[in-house]
């Protein structure tokens, strides 16, 4: 079945760094990709998506190039800020419906 | 933000006993969801609708039953509360059709604890 794995959280950075979240998948067929973000106490929220094989998805100074050679969709930040700090999940769609199968999530905090 | 509400927010309850969370959406979305999350797995899905009265099974649904009588509405029920079941539920929802690339928005959450 479909499966999602992301690099190991937490994640912990200062300001201005670079950011830089693994998100490797496996699916049949050609799945859309997502990344949600989770601030404290919220529901999910969409940052970015890609719909099918080298789509960069980009939002808020994020972004994911889908990779099919190497099954991968990379959340990447050049310059991370406090408000960032959440925590991050790489999702695929690739079955009827829209079922989405999520990642682990990746525990992101940026310190001043 | 997409009009999505979930009752309770929060729920303290007993093993045994039975619990009912609700889904209520404004946006006449087709599709509704109910995942749950956990720690190290990320949201994992119990069931789906697909339309009134149209449900079915996701990869964790044992225990869990639903039901979905209105458009607007759409119930997750524990039968038989179980401490495993000690958890975040997210319910969401997609409206433009089965594609695959289309976005779901999230609820807010219920926090569930079974004592």
Same mark, same amino acid.
């Given at each position: ?37 989770? #601030?404290?106490? &919220?529901?999910?929220?969409?940052? %970015? ?8 998805? !980009?939002?808020?100074? /994020?972004?994911?190039? #889908?990779?099919? &050679?190497?099954?991968?969709?990379? %959340? ?8 960032? !700090?959440?925590?991050? /999940? ?23 | ?115």
């Amino acid at each position: 079945g479909d499966s999602v794995t992301q690099m190991e959280g937490p994640v912990t950075l200062s300001e201005e760094a670079f950011l830089t979240i693994n998100c490797t998948y496996t699916a049949t067929g050609y799945p859309s990709l997502f990344w949600y973000v989770q #601030y404290p106490g &919220e529901g999910l929220q969409l940052l %970015l998506k890609a719909t099918k094989a080298d789509d960069k998805g !980009s939002n808020k100074g /994020f972004e994911a190039t #889908y990779r099919k &050679e190497t099954t991968s969709f990379h %959340l990447e930040k050049g310059s991370v800020q406090v408000s960032d !700090s959440a925590v991050y /999940f790489c999702a695929l769609s690739g079955t009827s419906y829209g079922k989405l199968t999520f990642g682990q999530g990746t525990i992101l905090t940026v310190h001043p | 933000d997409a009009g999505i509400t979930q009752s309770p927010r929060h729920k303290v309850t007993e093993t045994g006993t039975p619990v009912t969370l609700r889904c209520h959406q404004t946006e006449n979305h087709r599709y509704m969801y109910w995942y749950r999350q956990d720690p190290g797995h990320g949201l994992r899905l119990i069931h789906y609708s697909y339309g009134v009265k149209d449900t079915d099974k996701g990869e964790v649904s044992d225990g869990y039953s639903v039901s979905r009588s209105k458009t607007e509405d759409f119930l997750l029920t524990l039968e038989s509360a179980t401490s495993s079941q000690t958890s975040v539920y997210f319910c969401a929802i997609s409206g433009m059709g089965a594609s695959a690339s289309v976005e779901q928005f999230f609820g807010p959450g219920t926090r569930l604890t079974v004592l």
